[in-house]
Structures are given as structure tokens and as C-alpha cells.
């Protein structure tokens, strides 16, 4: 049986199991994420909180948790919400998440600082509809049902390219889904579309008989951060572990570039994506990624995803992102504003 025949059931399981960064979701396993062991030698540890197929898989397949002066105690969320939830807590040092769980975390008072970042293409990031849909153009959503996982990076893009097409939140029906379920209701009919992002719209393009309505080219910032917990980067040794983190990530990032298909490979066998799905959002997405400073530009950029979710009371009030950054790795890292990294026009 080829895979795009398999029935919604049958997609579920890598679906749930690859709740990701850009997530708004509850972390499953409730109290704290579940750990994964520990690499490293030495007497400084620091904790680290991951996703599935997230940094503990990159860095391990470009090599560079080897000959580590410190440990690293990983710990897996399934999102980034949870894991930010863990910095706030003091459980966790520090943690990649995407464009937009900062914003609420900051928004609710929350101990972070976001240290690091990085600047992929947004061709991930989607309004999809059926392939049989009569939409054609975003404008045509008025009215409609769209799924939406509530406060991720694909709930900004949506309303952004809403606002782009002449319509508002109010002119069409949300309904806030997680992943799985989001896909379940696009399979059945049960939504008009679905807003989401990679490694899912890969594989809904390929398994769900999906179609891109609109991107988030030209729409979102297509930004990824590192968040730090403060009392981390007020210890001396912490941070310079923390420094040292993030090199490796940025030297990681460049070494996916130069071999999507073995970190494909890596990636599908960390997370159960099909190798085809996984090369697809290596490539449209998750490989284009260059490490970028956390400069004014990138804090300006983020304070427009503030102030659409203060205006539409998403969250409790507007505030400074920038109170939230500290720039102390930026280095001689490029502006934010540098173009992504491409495969060529066919991603």
C-alpha cells in the first residue's frame, strides 16, 4: 500500500509523536519533560530542554557532542510552551522554540531570555487545503473553518496572512487543534483548511492529499530562538557553557546544509518520518536555517507578534520583547535579516 493511501489513523502516530518546536500544546507527560540521558564529561551540567528529533539529534549527527568539557542532561517537551514553562521553573537551562511561545511566555511574566537565533525560510510554514478544494486564494477563507494549533508560530502566519488578505480573525472559524487532531479534521472534511507548519506540511503534501493555499513568505519573520533562563547566564561557568552550546548548534546548522540527506536520514530514524517526508522538510525548511544575531531588527520583528496578539486580546498585555533578549552571543553573527539558505527552486 503506498503511503499517501494510508488511512488518518495511520498518520497519527508521527504526527503526535512530532509535536514541535512552533507548538502550542500541553506537554503530555505533565510534571516535567522526559529525560533522554546525558553526554559529556565534567562537573558542570547544563540542562537542556529538547523535542523530539530536535537539537540533541542534530548536534549528535554532525558530531558535535563529542569531547564535550561539560555535561549536557537533556530533557524532551513535547513543545515549546512546556519547555519554556521548565526555564521559567529553573528546571531547565535552556531550549530552542520557534518564532512565537516566546512571546507568550514573556506575556505571562515569565524568567526567560532569549539568547540565540536563527533564520530559515518560511515555505513550512502554510495554509493548506484539500487538493479538491474550490479555494484558491486566501481571500476566499472568509467564512470558512480553519484549523489552528493556539500560540504557535502557524497561529501568527495565519492571522498575518488573514490580515494581508483584507480579512480579520472574526471573518472566519478557528478551531484550535493540535497537530493530530488538527489532521484528523483536515482528512474528514471537518475543517476548510489547516494552518501549520514543517515537518507537517511535508507530510500532509504527501499523505493527506493536501495542497498550499498560501506560504509564509513574505509574511512571517521566519525566526527560531534560543531561550536561556536567567540565573543560568548570571553563573559564570553556566555561561559559558551556554556560549559554547551555541557555537556548536550554529557549526551543526552548516553541517545540515551541506548533508540534507544524512541528517534526513537521521531525522526520519529519531522521529518516524517517512525518509521522503523528512528530506522534503529538510529541504523547504529545516535545512535553510543560518545562525543570525538577536539584533533590533529581530526584536522589532518580534514586537509586530506582540502587539497582533495584544490587539486581538490573545494575550494579557502588550510589553517590551526586547526586556526579554539578552545579546551578549550575538558576536560577529550576521543582521536577522539575512537571507535563509536555499536548495534551489524547487524548495
Not at 151 to 167: D, E, M, N, V, W
Not at 200 to 226: E, I, K, P
Amino acid at each position: 500500500m503506498r503511503a499517501r493511501h494510508l488511512a488518518p489513523a495511520a498518520l497519527l502516530l508521527p504526527f503526535a509523536l512530532l509535536l514541535a518546536a512552533c507548538g502550542g500544546a500541553p506537554r503530555a507527560e505533565g510534571g516535567g519533560g522526559t529525560g533522554s540521558g546525558t553526554d559529556g564529561k565534567g562537573s558542570l551540567t547544563l540542562n537542556v530542554g529538547d523535542q523530539k528529533g530536535g537539537s540533541e539529534a542534530l548536534l549528535r549527527a554532525a558530531g558535535e557532542l563529542d569531547d564535550l568539557p561539560y555535561r549536557i542532561k537533556w530533557s524532551t517537551f513535547t513543545s515549546g510552551p512546556p519547555l519554556l514553562e521548565a526555564i521559567n521553573a529553573g528546571a531547565v537551562d535552556v531550549g530552542a522554540v520557534g518564532n512565537t511561545p516566546p512571546v507568550f511566555a514573556a506575556a505571562a511574566k515569565s524568567k526567560i531570555k532569549v539568547i540565540a537565533g536563527s533564520h530559515s525560510r518560511s515555505d513550512g510554514e502554510t495554509i493548506l487545503v484539500k487538493k479538491g478544494s474550490p479555494l484558491k486564494r486566501p481571500t476566499q477563507l472568509k467564512g470558512k473553518s480553519i484549523a489552528v494549533a493556539q500560540g504557535s508560530s502557524a497561529h501568527y502566519q495565519l492571522i498575518a496572512s488573514l490580515k494581508k488578505a483584507g480579512l480579520t480573525p472574526k471573518d472566519v472559524t478557528l478551531n484550535y487543534l493540535q497537530p493530530a487532531d488538527a489532521l484528523a479534521a483536515f482528512t474528514r472534511g471537518k475543517v476548510a483548511a489547516w494552518a501549520v507548519w514543517d515537518p507537517y506540511t511535508s507530510q500532509a503534501l504527501d499523505q493527506a492529499d493536501a495542497r498550499v493555499l498560501t506560504t509564509g513568505q513574505g509574511v512571517v519573520n521566519g525566526l527560531s530562538f534560543q531561550v536561556a533562563a536567567p540565573a543560568a547566564l548570571d553563573d559564570k561557568k553556566k555561561s559559558a557553557a551556554l556560549r559554547d552550546y551555541t557555537e556548536r548548534l550554529r557549526r551543526a546548522q552548516d553541517w545540515v546544509f551541506k548533508h540534507p540527506d544524512a541528517w534526513a536520514e537521521a531525522w526520519a530514524k529519531e522521529t518516524g518520518l517517512p525518509d521522503k517526508v523528512a528530506l522534503d522538510a529538510v529541504k523547504r525548511t529545516r535545512g535553510t536555517a543560518v545562525a543570525v544575531a538577536v539584533d533590533k531588527a529581530a526584536v522589532a520583528s518580534e514586537q509586530r507578534i506582540v502587539d497582533a496578539f495584544a490587539a486581538l486580546k490573545l494575550i494579557p498585555r502588550s510589553f517590551d520583547f526586547g526586556a526579554f533578549v539578552d545579546p551578549r552571543f550575538n558576536g560577529d553573527l550576521p543582521p536577522s535579516g539575512t537571507a535563509p539558505r536555499t536548495y534551489g527552486k524547487d524548495h
